[in-house]
């Protein structure tokens, strides 16, 4: 009988036990969109709070990272013109050591002193006179870049420092800032005491446990095809960031050739191989997000060898000559095969 009794409390209890409510956020940040997915499994959270508490770390975010806000962090460093050390923000310096990371295991390819010749291309905030710079003018930008060459970061330093070691150097941070303050926003939804959640600010991704079916978050990645907004394939995610940088949107065409925005850094002219989309699952966002791109500047052939030996995730998708102008070829590292592995 006491063996009975128990079962019916158990049963009964479950029976009472409610399914969690799935928070559903969207706002504007970074010029772009997030979109948030999270579950309250105690139902003692609201939407407007959580939103207050997002959008609060998210201006924090624009405020140190942004280069379209003049008066942010980064703006105003990219406005000095000496060569003296400056003090900067822990959240700034850890960006920054990431970035110098991914720029020296990249071959450089990953590199956020590229701004002029982003801005000379016609990819940034200027509209240039001509789509089509000329050979001096890319000479000339060339010689203002380079991470390893142009900057200096002190981590060691309280607090860390900053310091140009060209005047003229800019830093630009669109390539992994998105990703950062994805990961901020997760670890805000973290300390609220949501550990089930979806975070996604223009592409940029990371997760945590499950979906409201128990499952691990279904992201799908884009079919690199400006024409077409189809689905090329589906990952299971948890616990992980993920970022995808393409080819596909931001291009212009002259004289019947095609211009990606993404800039080889070493001829400062955009990239010319057949890889359209690189998308990498990485512990955080931010390492994704910067993965994505250099490894996507670095094309299949150049990167996949990289990626294999740090034990990256990636998916490349490269335009496939043989299946016609719309067709395309799917290539996994090891590690992205072990992670969609079904269990």
């Known amino acids: 009988m006491a063996r009975a009794a128990l079962i019916g409390m158990a049963l009964f209890l479950a029976a009472c036990k409610s399914e969690p409510t799935e928070l559903r956020l969207e706002g504007e940040t970074m010029g772009t969109t997030y979109h948030i997915v999270a579950l ?3 139902d003692r959270l609201d939407d407007a709070g959580v939103k207050a508490a997002v959008e609060t770390a998210l201006t924090r975010v624009n405020a140190q990272m942004s280069n379209w806000d003049p008066n942010s962090e980064v703006s105003k ?8 050390p400056v003090a900067i923000s822990p959240e700034l310096a850890k960006v920054m050591a990431a970035a110098a990371e991914v720029n020296r295991l990249s071959e450089g390819q ?11 291309w016609g990819f940034g905030a200027r509209t240039p006179e001509t789509p089509h710079p000329s050979d001096a003018a890319i000479t000339a930008a060339l010689a203002e870049v380079g991470q390893d060459k142009v900057l200096a970061l002190d981590t060691e330093a309280d607090p860390p420092t900053l310091t140009k070691l060209r005047p003229g150097a800019n830093v630009y941070l669109a390539a992994i800032a998105k990703g950062y303050g994805v990961d901020v926003v997760g670890q805000t939804l973290r300390d609220m005491g949501l550990n089930d959640y979806m975070v996604e600010i223009g592409g940029e991704i990371v997760t945590a446990g499950h979906n409201l079916q128990g499952k691990p978050w279904q992201i799908g990645i884009e079919r690199p095809d400006a024409g077409d907004r189809s689905i090329q394939e589906v990952v299971a995610l948890s616990g992980m960031g993920m970022a995808t940088s393409g080819d596909y949107r931001n291009y212009f065409e002259q004289d019947g050739r095609r211009y990606s925005h993404i800039i080889d850094a070493r001829t400062g002219r955009p990239v010319t191989h057949r890889t359209a989309s690189v998308t990498v699952l990485a512990d955080t966002a931010m390492m994704a997000d910067a993965w994505a791109t250099a490894l996507l500047a670095l094309g299949q052939e150049r990167g996949l060898p990289i990626a294999e030996a740090q034990g990256l995730a990636v998916l490349f998708i490269a335009r496939d000559p043989q299946a016609g102008d719309n067709g395309f070829a799917t290539t996994a590292t090891a590690r992205f095969r072990e992670l969609q592995a079904p269990e």
């Open 40 to 42: 309250d499994a105690d």
């Open 77 to 84: 460093f990219d406005a000095r013109q000496d060569t003296d």
């Open 110 to 120: 990953f590199d956020v002193t590229l701004g002029p010749l982003i801005e000379l």
